[in-house]
C-alpha cells in the first residue's frame, strides 16, 4: 500500500462546476496535510494546507480532513480552465519530511 | 528577486556518465531538498540536507550523491549506478520550522534523459 494515494485522473469538469480531488494515507499518526498544484512541465506550489478534522476554507478552495477515515479531499468551487493542473497531495511523515502522493490531473474545460 | 535556481533546465547523458545538477538558493533556507518525479508516480525524495555539511539519504537515494558545502547550494550528482535516470529533478528549500507548515519552495527542474 502506498503511504499517500491519489487517482490519477483525468478529472475532467466543466467549467464553473465543482471539482473533487481525494487522497488517502496510510499511517494514522499523521497531522498535517497539503496541496500542491503543478501546472505541466512548472514545479509545484502549496495551495493549501490542514491540520484539524473539518473543512478549511481559501477563496475558492476547501480542504476537507477526516482523520479517522485518514482521507484528505479538495473542493474547488467555480472551476476555471486555468485550474487546469495536477493537483498533489502531500502528508508530513517522519522526520518532517514530505510525503507527496502521485497527484491527480484536473482539467476543467469552458 | 529572491528563490531557487536549477540548472541545466535540460540535460541528457550517455549511458554511464555521471551528471551533476546545480541546485543555488539565496532565500537563506537551512533546509534542502531533491525529488524526482516521473510519470504517474509523483514526487519521491532522494536526499536532504537540513544544515550545511550534513546531509540524509531519502526513500530512493541508490545511484546518487550530494553535499552540502555551502547552505546556498546543494548539488546533485547522478551516477552511472542509478539504472533508470531519465527524469524530472527538483530541489526545493524551506526556512527552518517552515517544513511543518509544508511550505516548500521549489526550483523550476531540470529534465534528465538518458540517450
Known amino acids: 500500500q502506498k503511504e499517500v494515494e491519489q487517482n490519477s485522473g483525468p478529472l475532467s469538469v466543466p467549467e464553473g462546476a465543482i471539482a473533487s480531488l481525494n487522497c488517502t494515507y496510510s499511517?494514522?499518526?499523521?497531522?498535517?496535510f497539503f496541496w500542491y498544484r503543478q501546472y505541466s512541465g512548472k514545479s509545484p506550489e502549496l495551495i493549501m494546507s490542514i491540520y484539524s478534522n473539518g473543512d478549511k476554507e481559501d477563496g475558492r478552495f476547501t480542504a476537507q480532513l477526516n482523520k479517522a477515515s485518514q482521507y484528505v479531499s479538495l473542493l474547488i468551487r467555480d472551476s476555471q480552465p486555468s485550474d487546469s493542473a495536477t493537483y498533489l497531495c502531500?502528508?508530513?511523515?517522519?522526520?518532517?519530511?514530505?510525503?507527496f502522493g502521485a497527484g491527480t490531473r484536473l482539467a476543467v474545460h469552458p | 528577486d529572491g528563490g531557487i535556481t536549477q540548472s541545466p533546465k535540460y540535460l541528457f547523458r550517455k549511458e554511464g556518465q555521471n551528471v551533476t545538477l546545480s541546485c543555488e538558493q539565496n532565500l537563506n533556507h537551512d533546509a534542502m531538498y531533491w525529488y524526482r518525479q516521473d510519470p504517474g508516480q509523483g514526487l519521491r525524495l532522494i536526499y536532504y540536507s537540513q544544515i550545511v555539511n550534513d546531509f540524509q539519504k531519502g526513500d530512493i537515494a541508490e545511484g546518487y550523491s550530494v553535499s552540502r558545502e555551502k547552505k546556498e547550494s546543494f548539488p546533485l550528482t547522478v551516477t552511472s549506478a542509478q539504472k533508470n535516470p531519465t527524469a524530472f529533478y527538483l530541489c526545493?528549500?524551506?526556512?527552518?520550522?517552515?517544513?511543518?507548515?509544508?511550505?516548500?519552495?521549489f526550483g523550476e527542474g531540470s529534465r534528465l534523459t538518458v540517450l
Open positions: 526545493a528549500s524551506s526556512a527552518t520550522g517552515t517544513v511543518l507548515t509544508g511550505e516548500l519552495f
Open positions: 502531500a502528508v508530513l511523515g517522519g522526520y518532517n519530511k514530505l510525503i
Open positions: 499511517d494514522r499518526g499523521s497531522q498535517s
